[in-house]
């Protein structure tokens, strides 16, 4: 939790870690408002976390599948959800890649 003063017009004046006498209005780290006023768009924050996990859930994938390839679970141990979700992503990548829309390295586990 942070803490702001407001000039007279009410847009933040000054941010705080700790209340001090001027500044004791309590405001979410994450709040928009916040955001703007340390000249950080909460929208390309946003983009930067979306990018960050669609990164992450190709290493989740290849993680999973050397896991298998390792011996230390089989495919039909998970849930059958998850086993249509790994053949889904696994059949969109082979089209994307029969397509020339991928480059080869992308269909190795890492």
């Known amino acids: 939790m942070l803490y702001i003063k407001r ?8 941010v705080s870690r700790e209340a001090l006498t001027d500044c004791d209005e309590p405001i979410a780290s994450d709040s928009p408002e916040l955001l703007a006023f340390l000249g950080r768009d909460p929208a390309h924050l946003t983009d930067e976390f979306h990018q960050s996990d669609l990164a992450f859930v190709r290493v989740l994938d290849d ?15 998970l849930p ?9 992503r696994q059949s969109l990548r082979k089209r994307r890649n029969s397509i020339g829309l991928m480059s080869d390295g992308d269909n190795e586990i890492i």
């Open 80 to 88: 059958e959800p998850a086993q249509q979700k790994l053949l889904s």
């Open 63 to 77: 993680l999973i599948y050397l896991l298998m390839d390792k011996g230390v679970f089989s495919f039909t141990d």
């Open 7 to 14: 000039d007279v017009s009410g847009e933040i004046e000054r």
